[in-house]
């Protein structure tokens, strides 16, 4: 059973539009999550997280939503640019601020075009 | 620092053959993770280490895998005998003891034939 679900295996987006990506999660003890960037033939790379204490983490052009009481998060990209285009990992931990298990979605493939 | 260390980036084997999969964590570093990438699955938690010691290996499918550690900077990840089922990208991932954020590997790309 899939606790991490991203439901939207690909999107594709013009430059300069926003970009958002979705994940909804099962588990009611997950407190922490993160999302997760991935180029062809390389590692995935951290991208963004938010505790479950907030509803809204901001990084320059990237702002993840956490709703709570529908579990549901999702990352916001504006302005999504080319270089944005890889597949996006959305993860979850039960444990916030210290190193445990992620259990990860399947991934969302963003593709941004010219 | 280099960043978690895989090897070999990629694996061509034939059914049967042993694998050995090596992992070298950042150093610092208390935990370590082995992952496994699959279109259905997407990033699948095999196993973990916390200081050297095997935490959950509740992921590992089954006997033909299994991991060691035997010291903080070196892991293996091992397939005995390898299916054709198995080929997946592997990924090894470690994080300190006070952060959520895992530091992933180039992952290593192996193919059962």
């Known amino acids: 059973d899939q606790q991490v679900k991203q439901n939207s295996p690909s999107l594709s987006v013009q430059e300069g539009r926003i970009s958002i990506l979705n994940c909804d999660y099962t588990?009611?003890?997950?407190?922490?999550f993160l999302w997760y960037k991935k180029y062809p033939a390389e590692g995935p790379t951290f991208l963004i997280s938010i505790s479950s204490i907030k509803d809204k983490n901001e990084d320059g052009r990237f702002t993840v939503f956490l709703n709570k009481s529908a579990k549901h998060l999702s990352l916001h990209i504006v302005p999504s640019q080319p270089g944005d285009s890889a597949v996006y990992f959305c993860?979850?931990?039960?444990?916030?601020?210290?190193?445990?298990?992620?259990?990860f979605g399947t991934g969302t493939r963003l593709q941004v075009t010219l | 620092d280099a960043g978690v260390i895989q090897s070999p980036r990629h694996e061509v084997t034939e059914m049967g053959q042993e694998v050995t999969l090596r992992c070298k964590p950042i150093?610092?570093?208390?935990?370590l993770f082995w992952y496994r990438q699959t279109m259905m699955r997407g990033l699948e938690l095999l196993i973990y280490?916390?200081?050297?010691?095997?935490?959950?290996d509740s992921g590992m499918p089954e006997d033909r895998f299994s991991a060691k550690m035997p010291n903080a900077s070196f892991s293996t990840l091992k397939i005995q005998p390898s299916e054709p089922r198995d080929s997946a990208v592997y990924f090894c991932?470690?994080?300190?003891?006070?952060?959520?954020?895992?530091?992933f590997g180039p992952g290593t790309r192996l193919t059962v034939l």
């Open positions: 280490f916390n200081n050297n010691v095997p935490i959950d």
């Open positions: 588990n009611s003890m997950f407190d922490y």
């Open positions: 993860a979850a931990s039960a444990r916030t601020g210290t190193a445990s298990k992620l259990t």
């Open positions: 991932a470690s994080s300190s003891r006070y952060s959520n954020e895992q530091f």
């Open positions: 150093s610092g570093h208390d935990y």
